[in-house]
């Protein structure tokens, strides 16, 4: 009996498993609006009868391939469901049947593919034009892909230079702890002139008045000159404090100009000829340098005579007073540590910063003096006096402490002025740089490089606002898909000037795991911020290079370290501009692009639109706050 139910059952087993068919299924998927292969496109098929389903994805000529198939064996015909498994896709369902003739391989007829069609999120469908594929929509598409991809390489090209000037930094550190510093001798001291320009700064002109006559620095060999062209009660409280100063046996002078020519740099030029000193130290209104400043800087211009300049690191006063003050202090310190540093190690050209410097007057004179066609007049005559041979040194570890903007009204007047005056510095030194003599070629790039910088928001704002186009186009032709996929090789871009700014980050402690992570998190947000600022960066930059001429807008100061300090500043005007207006509408857009792409699961440029709307959001609200408040 048992031997003849294990005959029994091996019949059986032998007969099921000559009775199951399985075939190759293949076929071919094109765009419905391009009429290319859809490549790289997850699709199945599903057994209608009992629901197995079998998964492939579409090659670059848009064919798909199932493998072992398997057909009823108690039927002519197996019917399937082709589709394609991917919500980006509009879910199209194809019927097939399958006869058990097709011994080895069921082939679909390349000549009649399937269709594909990815369904478009918001926006519009730009990839037909009643009904049908438009020549000049797809042409229009890769345009707008070649400026998006220039976008990217330029920021990605200001990123590797940034990284440069990185490797550079790091490797002469080690170089600068063994150096030897010049000794100052209060009997060989050079005769410095220190100059302090003030526009109406009538919060802040008492404390730098008594920060530089604090100065530990021979009476007999160093003066102070306050320039003001100041239009309120600020000249009066000027007089009264220069003539206290005098007092206690300070040479000081108060130079008054009623008009007000070529702001600071008409002032700094004015008073050119009643200087004493053979060099000149400036401090706009905000700074507060130690009294041993002088001893710590002059002593270099004693070791080389070709040394024009002296450049100190700038400190922050009032970094703790708010988070907006803190992200000010994490990109300056980038700036005055890998940059500055990096650039003086190489050799490369560096820039004054308008203040927390000294310049040999016989630099200034030599290199045609200061001028007022730009807003940076620190950064014209620097390139000017370095063109001309002479050399730059920048300290540091000397620090000059000065206040940060404690409003974003007053942090976005700064930038305006910044970004529009490198602009026209670059309008103005590009041709020179290009085709001065004796200049070696890398110092000629890093120039440029230099002066194109603030560009990069410029490059940003684009590169954001196309980036929604990109989605369309992504969302339209499937055929240009594979380019935009490119874009994420500039993700090195962010790590790039990740390296840059850790190296400046002045908040380490000894556990690097916890510092680190720290300093991710104001990186991140400090990136964050400043997408939210490329808007009213990117007119300012456009103003300088279309030679549009402005007044200096001084950035309002506020002598305060402490929230519950401020009492208000007459001179923070705020009002509701077209810019503001104009970041309240990319908050929003941004905003609901991160949610329907979240949504839709297409998850790529959702961190970038995430940031886009963060920093433009944070921008928006404080102005609106500031605004509401007075504050």
């Not at 000249?235 to 009264?240: E, H, R, T």
């Not at 708010?322 to 490369?348: D, I, K, P, V």
């Not at 950035?555 to 509701?576: A, H, L, M, Q, R």
Request: aromatic share 14%.
């Amino acid at each position: 009996m048992t031997r003849s139910l294990l005959v029994l059952f091996c019949a059986v087993f032998t007969l099921s498993a000559f009775g199951q068919i399985k075939r190759d299924v293949s076929g071919y998927y094109q765009d419905y609006r391009t009429k290319g292969p859809s490549e790289e496109v997850p699709v199945q098929l599903v057994n209608k009868k009992t629901g197995k389903t079998y998964q492939s994805i579409t090659d670059e000529d848009g064919k798909f391939l199932f493998k072992a198939v398997e057909l009823l064996s108690n039927t002519d015909t197996t019917v399937f469901e082709l589709s394609v498994s991917n919500k980006k896709y509009k879910q199209e369902v194809f019927t097939i049947k399958i006869d058990n003739d097709h011994t080895n391989e069921y082939k679909m007829d390349r000549k009649n593919p399937f269709k594909t069609s990815t369904k478009v999120t918001w926006m519009f469908d730009w990839g037909t034009w009643n009904g049908k594929e438009n020549y000049w929509s797809h042409f229009t598409a890769k345009a707008v892909l070649v400026i998006y991809g220039g976008c990217l390489v330029l920021v990605f090209i200001y990123s590797l230079l940034q990284l440069s000037l990185s490797i550079a930094y790091a490797k002469s550190k080690k170089r600068k702890s063994q150096e030897v510093k010049p000794v100052y001798n209060p009997d060989t001291a050079l005769t410095v002139t220190v100059q302090l320009p003030m526009y109406n700064e009538m919060y802040v002109a008492d404390r730098i008045i008594e920060a530089a006559a604090a100065f530990d620095y021979p009476r007999d060999k160093f003066d102070i000159q306050v320039l003001d062209d100041s239009t309120d009660e600020t000249k009066d409280l000027i007089a009264k404090k220069v003539a206290e100063v005098a007092a206690r046996g300070v040479r000081i002078e108060h130079i008054h100009r009623v008009d007000r020519t070529g702001y600071k740099a008409g002032a700094l030029d004015s008073a050119m000829n009643k200087v004493q000193g053979e060099f000149i130290a400036i401090f706009d209104a905000d700074f507060v340098p130690e009294s041993d400043w002088l001893q710590r800087t002059m002593p270099y211009f004693e070791t080389d005579d070709n040394i024009g300049v002296v450049q100190t690191r700038w400190g922050h006063l009032n970094k703790n007073y708010s988070l907006l003050t803190e992200l000010q202090a994490f990109g300056l310190n980038g700036h005055f540590a890998a940059e500055q540093g990096g650039r003086n190690a190489a050799g490369h050209f560096i820039n004054f910063n308008g203040t927390g410097g000294i310049w040999r007057k016989k630099c200034i004179e030599s290199a045609g003096g200061w001028e007022h066609d730009t807003l940076t007049e620190d950064l014209d005559l620097s390139y000017r006096a370095q063109l001309r041979g002479w050399k730059f040194k920048y300290l540091e570890d000397v620090v000059a402490p000065a206040e940060l903007p404690i409003t974003m009204s007053a942090l976005k007047a700064q930038q305006h002025r910044w970004m529009k005056g490198g602009a026209e510095c670059f309008v103005k030194m590009w041709k020179t740089i290009l085709t001065f003599k004796n200049v070696r070629l890398s110092d000629r790039v890093h120039g440029m490089a230099h002066l194109f910088n603030s560009s990069v928001f410029m490059f940003i704002l684009i590169m954001s606002l196309l980036s929604l186009v990109v989605l369309q186009i992504k969302d339209s032709f499937s055929d240009l898909n594979y380019v935009i996929q490119y874009g994420s090789v500039f993700i090195l871009s962010t790590v790039f000037l990740m390296y840059y700014y850790w190296l400046a980050y002045r908040d380490k402690t000894d556990n690097k795991f916890t510092s680190f992570f720290r300093f991710l998190g104001r990186f991140f947000l400090f990136l964050t911020v400043s997408l939210g600022l490329s808007l009213a960066n990117t007119i300012a930059v456009l103003e300088g290079f279309m030679g549009i001429k402005s007044s200096f807008v001084r950035t309002p100061k506020f002598n305060v370290s402490k929230k519950n300090e401020f009492k208000g500043n007459k001179y923070d005007k705020k009002s509701i501009s077209l810019i503001t207006i104009g970041e309240g509408i990319l908050m929003c857009v941004f905003g609901f692009t991160v949610v329907n792409r979240a949504i839709y699961g297409d998850l790529g440029m959702v961190p970038f639109h995430l940031m886009l709307t963060v920093g433009y959001g944070i921008v928006f609200f404080n102005s609106l706050k500031e605004l509401r408040r007075g504050a």
